[in-house]
T-cell receptor
Framework: KAGVTQTPRYLIKTRGQQVTLSCSPISGHRSVSWYQQTPGQGLQFLFEYFSETQRNKGNFPGRFSGRQFSNSRSEMNVSTLELGDSALYLC?????????????FGEGSRLTVL | AQSVAQPEDQVNVAEGNPLTVKCTYSVSGNPYLFWYVQYPNRGLQFLLKYITGDNLVKGSYGFEAEFNKSQTSFHLKKPSALVSDSALYFCAGGNAGNNRKLIWGLGTSLAVNP
């Protein structure tokens, strides 16, 4: 079956702009979680959605938001971009949840903020 | 505070030699522990997990990990390294009571030299 699909794969924005990233999970998976990956900070948990409800969130400012649709596809939005938001954004889907189940990751969306 | 640590930023090993990538955890209660691997410019791939049961867990690509409760460790091992094992390895942990969040290590870069 098809894997986790993230779009776009690469994007360049300038400070102050906003960006929306999309994630299509594996068919049948109801959990989608988002992560920010940077060389210095490793993998940082942003939030998890399960059946359209935010089940958990990490320690990121309110500029970072997300949502999940009825078909389990998820989007995350970052407003008022800062240089430090440059990172690889990964989403992962799971059938049971990000804490106990095997996570299936997409290849990521690499965001560069100039 | 709960944490997962990967004490080595980088591990170098010769092809054919055994490899160990270290992970220690500080998680209350009964931990769930995971290993993931990330190849260059790709998302993370699940290797193995410990939830309960046998302390020695076998996973994908010939990897295994040993859960050691007294040493609070979950080291990843492989008897004979391949050049293709060169990648970034992440350990993650959590428990059912930790607000359902996984805590991620910062990653260990494994280089297998031919």
């Amino acid at each position: 079956k098809a894997g986790v699909t993230q779009t776009p794969r690469y994007l360049i924005k300038t400070r102050g702009q906003q960006v929306t990233l999309s994630c299509s999970p594996i068919s049948g998976h109801r959990s989608v979680s988002w992560y920010q990956q940077t060389p210095g900070q490793g993998l940082q948990f942003l939030f998890e959605y399960f059946s359209e409800t935010q089940r958990n969130k990490g320690n990121f400012p309110g500029r970072f938001s997300g949502r999940q649709f009825s078909n389990s596809r998820s989007e995350m939005n970052v407003s008022t971009l800062e240089l430090g938001d440059s990172a690889l954004y990964l989403c992962a889907s799971s059938s049971t949840g990000s804490d106990t189940g095997e996570l299936f990751f997409g290849e990521g969306s690499r965001l560069t903020v100039l | 505070a709960q944490s997962v640590a990967q004490p080595e930023d980088q591990v170098n090993v010769a092809e054919g030699n055994p490899l160990t990538v270290k992970c220690t955890y500080s998680v209350s209660g009964n931990p769930y522990l995971f290993w993931y691997v990330q190849y260059p410019n790709r998302g993370l791939q699940f290797l193995l997990k410990y939830i309960t049961g046998d302390n020695l867990v076998k996973g994908s690509y010939g990897f295994e990990a040993e859960f050691n409760k007294s040493q609070t460790s979950f080291h990843l091992k492989k008897p004979s390294a391949l050049v293709s094992d060169s990648a970034l390895y992440f350990c993650a942990g959590g428990n059912a009571g930790n607000n359902r969040k996984l805590i991620w290590g910062l990653g260990t870069s494994l280089a297998v030299n031919p």
